[in-house]
């Protein structure tokens, strides 16, 4: 069974500042690992995806998460934060066509 | 926007109504799904189709019936629903059996049952 556990549920920064925001995960098979991105009243919209090609997956907006199988990981980061960043961010696992495992949600709040 | 349209945005009905949320895709993709989202709780994925075919129902109440008449629109037809049905309604689609499968969403229909 496959699960993911995203470990703040928010998270505050100051704009300028770094961003990170932790998830773990739970497959019995090499899975697919997404970032998700929400802003209010909006769908959810993909940031990056791992598929095993390579542990550092840039995605858009200038994130990237690190695929860490040791740890069974996949944390995501920006150097940077802007105020526009402010969203719920979703991470996901799949190890099987068309089973995509939510986790809670990450609310980041951007401080001026 | 993300080639996923959905309509309503807003819904609010009474228990004893009828009503139905439209999705549509514009992206040639073969699989479609229904996903709920409320407050506090994880996305819970309620029905998939591929190829028009029902593969996956959540064990959803049977007051909400979805259906897919083809690869590119889906419904989801609500009847007699209670108050904790009211929930941000997703709508997503993706490419089945492709090495970059990856779901892309609609934007929601936001559902208050009063």
């Known amino acids: 069974a496959q699960s993911v556990t995203q470990l703040d549920s928010h998270v505050s920064v100051s704009e300028g500042t770094p961003v990170l925001l932790r998830c773990n995960y739970s497959s019995s098979y090499s899975p697919s690992l997404f970032w998700y991105v929400q802003h209010p009243n909006k769908g959810l919209q993909l940031l990056l995806k791992?598929?095993?090609?390579?542990?550092l997956v840039k995605g858009i907006n200038g994130f990237e998460a690190e695929f860490k199988k040791s740890e069974t990981s996949f944390h995501l980061t920006k150097p940077s934060a802007h105020m526009s960043d402010a969203a719920e961010y979703f991470c996901v696992v799949s190890d099987r066509s068309y089973k995509y495992i939510f986790g809670t949600g990450t609310r980041l709040k951007v401080l001026a | 926007e993300t080639g996923v349209t959905q309509t309503p945005r807003h819904l609010v009905m009474g228990m004893t109504n009828k009503k139905s949320l439209k999705c549509e895709q514009h992206?040639?993709?073969?699989?479609m799904y229904w996903y709920k989202q409320s407050a506090k709780k994880p996305l819970e994925l309620m029905f998939v189709y591929s190829l028009e075919e029902r593969v996956e129902n959540n064990s959803v109440p049977s007051r909400f019936s979805p259906e897919c008449p083809n690869s590119s629109h889906l419904f989801l037809h609500l009847h007699t629903l209670q108050p904790e049905d009211s929930a941000l309604y997703l709508c997503?689609?993706?490419?089945?059996?492709?090495?970059?499968?990856?779901?892309?969403f609609g934007s929601g229909t936001q559902l208050s049952v009063l």
């Open positions: 992206l040639g993709h073969n699989a």
């Open positions: 791992y598929t095993s090609a390579a542990t």
């Open positions: 997503a689609s993706s490419q089945l059996g492709q090495s970059n499968e990856k779901l892309f």
